[in-house]
């Protein structure tokens, strides 16, 4: 009898077994299913395109604080109306306000040869005018700030500064080799004026040798005078690199740039509620502000609207979600990060949880997947919980990573939420980078659209499963 009783809980147990199997296989079956059908529908019929195509061409360049920046918060909110959310409001926040002002004019002349040279330029955020007839000084080169510290005041003094270290291009992932050499636009015109120098020139940020200059926010730093400081293109870099080889060389700059009060603005917020856990929220977003040149396509139009499609697509296929989703379209990320840390202090206060945040803004290139971040006292674990959904992802392309998530999103690290980052391919996202080449044309629609749909398939495994 007791053989037969352990046969039978063993029959049992096996058949139980298998039936989990089979309804796991169910679930994975369904899960691959959907995703597909995301990706039928965006690549199919989506909107987000037509939202970029107006965003950037026809709204263009959207600094903080211009009207520009004001009429693209009318146009994403208008368009996040239209999908009929449980909810779409702005919220307020406060940014900085600074105008480039009539086109700068840079210079070299070559003692050697008494050779005049234009140099294809643009004023770094936050730099600040010369007197209107412009400024000239003798040019020091160097490779990194701490070259600033060896010249001293001695070196440096009445001097135009330019950095010229080149981003590292044995790097695989161009952010990387962007990080390790941006410290040089950020802080370099400000260090050097510690040391006397009356002007910077800074080497644009991209790997690609051509005549577009890359402008980018410049700190300065308190107690520090301000001066005029501006990225060089790569050509010009080499060239003057080159000319300074052959003996002294001497530049003019005139820039017109000018930093107002701060403005009030706001961050766009579009939102389904969750039916069943709608305290936990799945937040998706990009930054709506971009650089004054350009059309902020790529950066960061592209994460805008991917977010705004997420709801889209979602709302199209009528999938109801147990959490709540939020479309979040961050003002400010370019010089200030006022929208971001506006949202991240009224969650905090409202006491919100972000089971997710996913950040946008790396451009709309061929989705490649998902950097991930969080607080160490839940990471790990919930690392491991998301990498079991890499059989339905990688199909598409798609995998995890560990790493940085987004800029705006970082804030909410504290509510021990995971944060993700999402990762297209790097390759050519520096050769626009606060360009004015950073315009529709520059972006492949398909491969905008298979961001979106990536985007979505991870908010719909998060919103099915928790984490
Ligand atoms: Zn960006």
């Known amino acids: 009898m007791p053989n037969f009783l352990s046969r039978l809980s063993l029959i049992i147990f096996i058949i139980s077994l298998s039936f989990d199997v089979y309804a796991q296989k169910v679930e994975e079956t369904e899960d691959a299913f959907f995703i597909k059908a995301i990706y039928d529908q965006v690549l199919s019929s989506s909107s987000c395109y037509d939202w970029l195509d107006h965003l950037s061409s ?30 779409v409001h702005l919220q307020d926040c406060m940014v900085p306000h600074w105008e480039r002002g009539e086109k700068e004019v840079v210079y070299m002349t070559s003692k050697k ?38 010249l001293g005041e001695a070196g ?21 080799a962007y990080g390790g050499a941006v410290d040089q636009r950020v802080w370099g015109p400000t260090k050097a004026s510690k040391y006397g120098a009356i002007g910077a020139l800074v080497r644009s940020m991209t790997t690609k040798i051509d005549d577009i200059p890359h402008t980018g926010v410049t700190v300065n730093e308190e107690g520090n005078v301000k001066i005029p400081a501006l990225a060089v293109s790569t ?7 080159a000319t300074l080889k052959e003996g002294i060389v001497e530049v003019y700059i005139k820039t017109d740039c000018k930093t107002f009060e701060d403005a009030p603005s ?19 977003g990009g930054h709506l502000d971009s650089w004054d040149v350009g059309g902020g396509a790529h950066d960061d139009g592209a994460g805008c609207v991917h977010a705004m499609e ?28 006022g ?104 972006v492949n629609q398909r491969e905008l659209e298979m961001g979106a749909a990536a985007i979505t398939s991870l908010v719909y495994l998060i919103d099915k499963y928790g984490l």
């Open 113 to 150: 040869t008494g050779k005049r040279t234009n140099l294809d330029v643009l004023a770094l955020g936050n730099s600040v005018a010369t007197i209107a007839t412009g400024i000239s000084g003798e040019v020091v080169e160097v490779k990194s700030l701490d070259d600033l510290e060896k």
């Open 235 to 241: 050509m010009d870099a080499e060239l003057l690199s």
């Open 310 to 337: 997420v709801l889209n697509i979602l709302t199209k296929l009528n999938y109801r979600p147990k959490r709540t989703l939020r479309c979040v379209l961050f003002m400010n990320e370019e010089n200030g990060l």
């Open 58 to 87: 026809n709204i263009g360049g959207r600094l903080s604080g211009s009207e520009a920046a004001a009429r693209a918060v009318e146009y994403t909110r208008d368009m996040l109306d239209t999908l009929g959310l449980s909810r």
């Open 266 to 284: 706001h961050n766009v917020i579009g939102e389904i509620i969750g039916s069943e856990f709608p305290e936990e929220i799945i937040l998706v």
């Open 339 to 442: 929208g971001g840390k506006a949202y991240a202090e009224a969650s905090d206060k409202n006491n919100e949880y972000h089971l997710a945040a996913i950040e946008s803004d790396a451009g709309g290139f061929t989705p490649r997947g998902f950097s991930a971040d969080g607080h160490a006292d839940i990471f790990s674990e919930r690392y491991k919980n998301v990498s079991k959904w890499l059989p339905l992802l990688e199909p598409f392309g798609l995998s995890f990573s560990k790493g940085g998530s987004g800029a705006d999103i970082s804030p909410l690290k504290g509510q021990k939420g995971m944060l993700f980052g999402f990762r297209p391919d790097s390759q050519r996202y520096f050769d626009y980078h606060h360009t004015a080449a950073d315009t529709i044309d520059a």
């Open 156 to 176: 440096l003094k009445g001097k135009i500064v330019f950095f010229n270290r080149p981003m590292d291009p044995t790097q695989i992932r161009t952010f990387n």
